[in-house]
């Protein structure tokens, strides 16, 4: 083994070596020690990616087996790592967020009794990812899949004793097998046609496997591919919190904000977009399966960014958030533009973990109220927390020349490149999503950090855990929850200048993605590249700035100046916000049709198949008939005349009957 | 190769440990029964480890062979040998005949030497079933290992174990009887009961469907396979928890080795012309169980059908007549040997203590024991096939098979990840989360040393095969391919 594959496999066992020590000694050891060793675990996984991230920039790419984990038959599955360059984008961005979330735990989480438990819970999460991201073949990959489904199980429900928290658990763990079931069973059709699970073996067959068609239904036939590609992207909808599979993330608010930071905006929910970049030579000979991921997307960006307009929990705002922004990488997938999408990824994990652990902070702040109508002016006391959330709003509405700005222009420039169906579609979702975001964003800011201070008329009342002590006014929060803010707050502001002109010139991915010659939008992009600052300034002419800065004026008339408006809006429309206040329907519906359906179907199954018709007719059945035809016999000798006489007559009637007839 | 009589020995030495242990005589002698009791299934466990040491992989044939005369009027012989098909199987009943005894340590205070005898006397004569080579060696000790399991529910079953015995055994007995004139007729044909020349044997399409069918009432029932499975629920909610390990984890799966050994060698061309007829049922059992399972209040009755449901993929498996898919069969009853017993011990522990077995009677148990409760989450993500558990490996392969056969068979096989997740773990958070629910569960200790080390040699055990099966399949590759090219070729 050389010393490069030595720190490969040192990546994902340190973080996973701190699970196992908090996890299984944490009442041993004791807290301190469990968050050191989980953090050092981090650390140590972060700095070897910055090494290997180093070595791959020099030209090291790295396909390789670790050890074979089941044959069958001739086929051979192993556990490896492909480390290229998309990998080692990945590597650094789970192990950075992870390692500052870790920290802010520290403080987050320091009155809580399952301290031990949640360190070990987030270590063994980052070993998931990183074991997901770093695969060479698609079992790995499911197995990273379900692993980072399992963490994310674990911490929705962390709080166990809430009920709440252990609705939203199981319900995102349903709603994400409902994505796997699509996803293992393209995997399924990748084995039963490539004869392999290894990536490079199914990339290098794809193109031959073009005009392959299955028939499924009847003598109907579909392209392979196209199907293949369809059944993996289910996976993605779940994972990545896709329309219609959304449902689950804004339930998953009920953990505690670390992990809403980690995994339910930076890191696992970007598995989906990540697997698709993945297959970019699959899907690239898909153009159906291509439309469907744009449409889909464009729907999620659109949609669930309406939602985020009328709620009032501070992080539900940001979850809302999340998944429109997943629905923008989504999209850009669906045009062909895979590095724009990872760019997008890469910025999003920066800001949206900036955002959810800066909600956090004023949670703490507020004692663990989360309701932003009982906020209001908190810049004064959290001052901190203040300015990089204003960084991370200002990066997500894509200000020019902060992060979210470079990614979220070149997926606008992107889909409008695209001549896909549905790219139409999926260009007006894109632009006007940007004016939804840009007013939902500054309506939560303005709320928290501006205007009056309503808060002295709500502290005391906060709901949550118990933990922190009540009362008094909001505080800023201690060192180790705002110095992974601060350090979050830089990559949110300079990421894009620096990483958007390697990526735009297409250079930077090489071969760890491939885009099909008639899908130009990157390559195009590429040549229309004027210069990081140049692109920033020439934004100021564009339809997406002005609807940004509409977006952040109304919201600023609304929540600041005139703050009866949305009040009478509101009233006015109480339909439309009925519709949005129950999120279009979708908890109920699924909650009524799948849930409620599969109890009452399992319930007659069993009461009419089991019960009444195998056991009582069959089996006991037997039993009975004997039974049945002695006692009807004994009917017949009850020792009364008229009974003998009534039976003779109807005799006779029935004999008179058929002779008169016959 | 040494030259012990290993077969011989992982019969006999559980028999002989369990009538030691039945010599100790009433209850005064508890203490010596259990010590002896362990001492016996460890015995038995150590003397079957050298089949999968000692073993070839690179042979498809039987190993580790003994054959003599028995009765020699009907030439009847004692002919004892495993391959890869058969050998984890026995393996697998060892390891389990250790838990079994270890569970029913403190828990069982009447009648402790016949409840031991009674499951080391079981260990031994299912381990014959797994290695008999002779038609009415494999028949005796088929009927045999019922005995003790229905002493074992009749003595230390619940209210309505009557019921539940009676009700197994009236599924049973049609299907032995069956059985019996097959291999009778089969007999009358070759001039022997030797399984190996009944393999050999030609018969014509009709001989083959009516031999199929007769084998197929016997070994259905024990899978057991959709409709004839509703003495399962019964047998399980009335067995003591050594009962129900033994049932779930050994006892359905020889009639999926029947099917293995029996049905598919003996009548090929019966076997891939009822081949969709099986599968139905078995997709049925996958995709309706696991329905049914979700609407149980009773936590045994579920993890009964959860069982069915599981059983479905292994028969699925087989006949969809590839190796994806027999080998995953394989490993999956394998790897359902140790979730369902990890199961059933869990609620054991839960039974032990609170003497309900209603999930409604539970709620918040993480609070009190958290230790329990970390291992019945790691066994109810097994049972839901999560991978890095055993669960998933052998999911993953059937799945993989039946696709290569028909997409739809893999498609409603696959519901199964949806619906045993639903199932399960709709189960873990009524029991394990929520608030304390009540006053018995405040005062719920969690698991003592000796629950500990059961159930962490069960977790050890499947997170091991989770994360590397290799071991599990090498040993199976050249059985199941000498098999599937043997049910290839038309005996017509």
Known sequence: MTEMQKLYLLVPLAPLAGAAIAGLFGWLVGRAVSHWVTIIGVAVSFFASVLIFQDVMAGHTYNGSVYTWLTMGDTRLEIGFLIDRLTTLMMLVVTFVSLMVHIYTIGYMQEDPGYQRFFSYISLFTFSMLMLVMSNNFVQLFFGWEAVGLVSYLLIGFWFTRESAIYANLKAFLVNRVGDFGFLLGIGLVLAYFGSLDYATVFARAPEMANHTISLIGGQTWPLLTVICILLFVGAMGKSAQFPLHVWLPDSMEGPTPISALIHAATMVTAGIFMVARMSPLFELSETALSVVMVIGAITALFMGFLGVIQNDIKRVVAYSTLSQLGYMTVALGASAYPVAIFHLMTHAFFKALLFLAAGSVIIGMHHDQDIRHMGGLRKYMPITWITSLIGSLALIGTPFLAGFYSKDSIIEAVGLSHLPGSGFAYFAVVAGVFVTAFYSFRMYFLVFHGPERFREHLGHGHGHDGHGHGGEPHESPFVVTFPLVMLAIPSALIGYIAIEPLMLGDYFQNAIHIAGSHPAVEELGKEFPGAAAMALHAVTTLPFWLAAAGVGLSWFFYLKRTDIPEKIRARFSVIYAILDRKYGFDEFNDWFFAGGARMLGRSLWKGGDVAVIDNFFVNGTARLVGRISSLVRHFQSGYIFHYAFAMIIGVFVLMTLFVKG | ?492
């Not at chain 2, 004569?125 to 008999?132: C, E, H, P, S």
């Not at chain 2, 909610?237 to 984890?249: K, R």
């Not at chain 2, 052998?394 to 799945?399: H, L, P, T």
């Open chain 2, 1 to 492: 190769m040494s030259g012990l009589p290993l077969l011989s020995l992982v019969i006999w030495v559980p028999i002989a440990a369990g009538v030691a242990v039945l010599a100790t005589g009433s209850d005064r002698n508890a203490g010596l029964a259990r010590v002896l009791a362990l001492i016996g299934a460890v015995a038995g466990l150590v003397v079957s480890l050298p089949l999968y040491t000692q073993f070839d992989a690179q042979q498809a044939g039987m190993q580790f062979v003994e054959i003599s005369p028995w009765i020699e009027t009907f030439k009847v012989t004692y002919h004892l040998g495993v391959d890869g098909i058969s050998m984890l199987f026995i393996l697998l009943t060892s390891f389990t005949t250790v838990l079994v005894v270890l569970a029913g340590w403190q828990v069982i205070e009447k009648r402790v030497a016949q409840y031991m005898a009674a499951f080391l006397i079981m260990s031994g004569l299912m381990n014959g079933v797994f290695a008999a080579l002779d038609g009415i060696l494999f028949y005796v000790f088929w009927e045999a290992m019922l005995i003790p399991m229905f002493l074992a529910i009749g003595v230390w079953g619940g209210p309505n174990r009557v019921y539940a015995a009676v009700k197994f055994f009236l599924y049973t007995l049609i299907g032995s009887l069956l059985m019996l004139v097959a291999l009778i007729y089969l007999y009358s044909k070759s001039g022997t009961f030797e399984i190996l020349d009944f393999h050999r044997l030609p018969l014509s399409m009709t001989e083959q469907v009516l031999i199929f069918f007769a084998f197929f009432m016997a070994f259905a029932v024990k899978v057991p396979m959709w409709p004839v499975h509703t003495w399962l629920p019964d047998a399980h909610v009335e067995a003591p928890t050594g009962g129900s390990v033994v049932l779930a984890a050994i006892m359905l799966k020889v009639g999926a080795y029947g099917f293995l050994r029996f049905s598919l060698p003996i009548a090929p061309d019966a076997s891939h012309a009822l081949s969709g007829f099986i599968i139905t049922l078995s997709l049925i059992a996958v995709v309706y169980i696991g329905l049914v399972a979700l609407v149980q209040a009773d936590m045994k009755k579920l993890i009964a059908y959860s069982s069915i449901s599981h059983m479905g993929f292994v028969t699925l498996g087989i006949f969809i007549f590839n190796t994806y898919g027999l080998e995953g069969a394989l490993v999956q009853m394998v790897s359902h040997g140790f979730i369902s017993a990890a199961m059933f011990l869990c609620v054991g522990v839960l039974y032990d203590r609170m003497h309900s077995r209603q999930i409604a009677d539970y709620g918040g148990v993480a609070n009190r024991m958290p230790i329990f409760a970390a291992f019945f989450m790691l066994f109810a993500m097994a049972n839901s096939g999560l991978p890095a558990t055993s669960g998933f490996v052998g999911e993953f392969m059937v799945i993989m098979g039946s696709i290569k056969a028909n997409f739809w068979y893999a498609f409603l096989a696959a519901s199964t990840l949806i619906f045993g997740a639903a199932y399960t773990l709709w189960m873990v958070k009524r029991v394990v989360f929520g608030a304390v629910a009540n006053s018995h569960v405040e005062q719920l200790n969690d698991v003592s040393p000796r629950e500990f080390l059961v159930l962490g040699l069960l977790a050890v055990a499947v997170l091991g095969m989770g994360l590397y099966p290799l071991p599990f399949t090498e040993v199976m590759h050249q059985s199941v391919s000498n098999l599937l090219s043997h049910v290839a070729q038309s005996k017509i």
